[in-house]
């Protein structure tokens, strides 16, 4: 399983629009880009997945060049509420692996 | 009502002693995790299983054992608890279409 890369920690204010890039450059042909979200005490939560281009939701939108090792996570108009880890993932659909590797995820604090 | 469930919420226990942590789902997934989280740091597995005769070991499975009652239920024991035990706990359940993974409220452990 791909392992990603990914900013430590950022901050940003209320209603600016955040951008958190993961490298991932041993991704497999057949591996989508995952993100998840954790606030603190709580499980990690599904925000969007990718193969190839640009996904939109209710929540984010997620960025991938054509060559796929790298993605942008793209949080518009954050608010307090939306401090919490990030996670980024490499993982294939029907995998006969059981594990998603979590690494420690980027830390965005948002400010008033 | 949620669907990953997990009991208990907090438990505080002695070097030595043998604890349970019980994990239930009502989503219907066959794929079930147990991963440990410590402060600062990501997830890791501990055990997965895909059905109920499916048991594999994760990342940091010694210390540890699993249990499969039932499709729905999903176990993790500590045979003899140690403080470095100490962590948050969480259970996942996931289908086989997709390595979208959904996560229970988590239980918090403290080993004396």
Same mark, same amino acid.
């Given at each position: 399983l791909a392992k990603?890369? $990914?900013?430590? *920690?950022?901050?940003?204010?209320?209603?600016q629009e955040v951008n958190i890039t993961c490298s991932h450059?041993?991704?497999?042909?057949?591996?989508?880009?995952?993100?998840?979200? $954790?606030?603190? *005490?709580?499980?990690?939560?599904?925000?969007i997945q990718g193969y190839k281009t640009k996904v939109t939701n209710e929540v984010a939108s997620l960025f991938i060049p054509a060559d796929r090792k790298s993605s942008t996570l793209s949080l518009p108009r954050v608010?307090?509420?939306?401090?919490?880890v990030y996670y980024c993932l490499n993982a294939h659909y029907g995998g006969s692996q059981g594990n998603l590797i979590f690494g420690k995820g980027t830390k965005l604090s948002v400010k008033p | 009502d949620?669907?990953?469930t997990q009991t208990p919420r907090n438990r505080i226990t002695k070097t030595g002693k043998r604890i349970m942590?019980?994990?239930?789902?009502t989503k219907g997934h066959d794929r079930m995790y147990w991963y440990?989280?410590?402060?600062?740091l990501g997830l890791r597995l501990i055990y997965y299983s895909f059905d109920v005769k499916d048991i594999n070991k994760g990342e940091i499975s010694d210390g540890y054992s699993v249990s499969r009652q039932a499709q729905a239920?999903?176990?993790?024991?500590?045979e003899s608890a140690i403080p470095n035990q100490t962590a948050l706990y969480f259970c996942a359940t996931s289908d086989p279409l997709g390595e979208t993974q959904y996560f229970g409220?988590?239980?918090r452990l403290l080993v004396l």
């Open positions: 990603t890369t $990914q900013p430590v *920690s950022m901050d940003s204010y209320e209603g450059n041993n991704i497999a042909t057949n591996d989508y880009i995952t993100w998840y979200q $954790q606030f603190p *005490s709580q499980g990690p939560r599904f925000i608010s307090l509420s939306d401090t919490a | 949620a669907d990953v942590l019980e994990c239930s789902q440990r989280q410590d402060p600062g239920k999903f176990s993790l024991s500590l409220p988590g239980t």
